[in-house]
């Protein structure tokens, strides 16, 4: 017998080449960039509304709007960031997945089509928190846990 032992399948699949972008992590922007381009969306159509149309409180409609565009910055930012392998976009791609899920939540209270859009919304919340979270979204992220810092 050799005194060489070759790596465990699962160990040689995990250690991808420096610099490679593992999937997990690609889906995991592309579900940040989903959701701030819904973000997007809705703030443009609420705007539009208040600016066009006759809502019951144009100041309401126009902050409104303003307001979802502003809050897509963070999911799209962090879609970026995820793709560029940057390890501050961790941060805000979380936050955002935390902040969707009490919105979810609450489509999924209404009595009407928004029940669909909270399940979905809900859905891709999760997803999105998991692969974030994986360990080998981490390590292509360059992130280490507690005790694990170079010295």
Known sequence: MSSEQTPAPEAAESTAAPGARPGRLTVAAGLNALEGLAL???????LVGGLTGHPD?????VTGGVTLIVLSLLPLLAARGLLALRGWSRGPAVITQIMALPV???L????????PAGIALAVVAVAALVLIVN???TRALGIRGPGNAQE
């Open 104 to 106: 979810a939540y609450n």
């Open 108 to 115: 999924l209270q209404a009595d009407s089509i928004a029940i």
């Open 57 to 61: 409180d144009r100041t309401s409609a």
């Open 40 to 46: 997007v969306v809705g703030g443009v159509w609420m």
């Open 135 to 137: 360990p080998e979204t």
